[in-house]
């Protein structure tokens, strides 16, 4: 009979094995979308025999991926030994309203795993390897290679739909006035905002090729919106009265998110108020997927999600300041900041912003 401390260390040596090897977590995982085992599904239990036939593959093998699959909550095989759909799964079809199918394709697409499999170097050196494999930034690679700039902003607009109902229900906006969204994708969130606020106007900020796939096509809202094309490096349109940036400083390094701060601030009247909707990672050892995330903002972008006192000390160089923290139901929270009073007691400067 195992001693107690035994049948612990025991649970410990599975559990780290099974960390070691996580990849094959994601791995099956792409296996079940790219061939669309959900959709399959759909209509009703399958025996791994059928689905290898719709889906041209080795049954034996598949039957494997999907065994593994159901112990993790994604399919269940029931006593005939036919598969069936779980509420997991139901998240991978493309039809599913909190649908994660495009999302699972990019996280993982080798533009992710190429990278973490070289973390060691990124750690050693402070810098992400994937400007080496790709051959420059991310957001570069995108502009000129249409077929990853489809896997990105697909997977990011999709994304979106599952967040921003929440998040624009989380934030009292004003009754008029401009919503200047900076980085806004292809305008999710900014759609979400003015359907529940008749007053506003917004501005859809981005680059020229993520403009052209915007999904603000609701007669709902027709007349009430601008794309406005740019770099948030540069010039930031002015005159509004809210400022967003969701999902844009986590891609950046300190240095990179100050400019685009520093540009925002200088676009921004006094009156103004920006909107900073990132994970907001808490303090201690508690699970919180920003933890996570953070991993992968370092392995792909030199990005990096981040901690209250964090996104004080960016603010504070940027002369800004945070005036509160609402959390939404997701993993997002909504850093509300506002300009800091010109003689602000003496700003960190980017010496200290690394
Ligand atoms: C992670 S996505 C977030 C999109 C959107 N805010 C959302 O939360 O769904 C970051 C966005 O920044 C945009 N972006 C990257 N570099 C930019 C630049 N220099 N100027 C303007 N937008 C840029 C990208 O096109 C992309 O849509």
Redesign the pocket.
């Known amino acids: 009979m195992p001693t107690t401390e035994q049948a612990l260390l025991g649970n410990l040596v599975r559990q780290v094995m099974g960390d070691a090897l996580g990849f094959l977590n994601a791995a099956a995982l792409r296996v079940a979308v790219r061939l669309d085992i959900a959709e399959h599904l759909a209509s009703g239990p399958r025996t791994p025999t059928e689905l290898a036939r719709l889906s041209d593959t080795d049954p034996g093998h598949l039957a494997r991926v999907l065994r593994f699959l159901a112990m993790r909550g994604v399919f269940r095989e029931d006593e005939q030994g036919a598969y069936q759909l779980t509420p997991a799964a139901e998240l991978l079809r493309a039809e599913s309203p909190m649908s994660v199918r495009s999302m699972v394709l990019l996280l993982t697409d080798e533009m992710y795993w190429l990278p973490a499999g070289r973390l060691e170097e990124t750690v050693q050196t402070g810098t992400t390897v994937f400007n080496e494999i790709f051959g420059g930034p991310l957001?570069d690679v995108l502009a000129r290679e249409p077929h990853r700039a489809d896997i990105f902003?697909t997977a990011?607009?999709d994304?979106?739909v599952t967040e921003q109902d929440p998040i624009a229900a989380s934030y009292d906006f004003p009754d008029t006035g401009t919503v200047v969204?900076v980085?806004?994708?292809p305008g999710?969130?900014l759609h979400a905002v003015l359907l529940r606020n008749p007053g506003l106007r917004g501005v859809l900020?981005?680059?020229e090729s993520?403009l052209t796939q915007h999904r603000l096509g609701d007669p709902a809202i027709a007349g009430r919106w601008e794309p406005v094309a740019?770099?948030?490096?540069g010039r930031i349109p002015t005159g509004g009265d809210i400022y967003v940036l969701?999902?844009?400083l986590h891609?950046w390094d300190d240095r990179d998110s100050l400019r685009i701060l520093r540009a925002t601030r200088q676009a921004m009247a006094n009156e103004a108020k920006l909107l900073i909707i990132d994970a907001v990672i808490p303090s201690g050892n508690d699970p919180h997927p920003s933890k996570l995330y953070d991993l992968a903002m370092m392995t792909n972008f030199d990005g990096k999600e981040r901690t209250r006192a964090e996104f004080d000390t960016l603010l504070a160089a940027a002369n800004l300041r945070a005036v509160r923290v609402i959390p939404t139901p997701g993993t997002l929270s909504i850093v509300e900041a506002v300009p800091a009073p010109p003689a602000a007691p003496s700003a960190p400067d980017e010496a200290e912003i690394r």
Do not use: M, N
């Not at 740019?230 to 490096?233: I, K, L, P, T």
């Open positions: 957001f902003h990011i607009a994304l979106s969204d980085g806004g994708g999710g969130l900020f981005e680059q993520v740019g770099d948030f490096f969701k999902r844009v891609d």
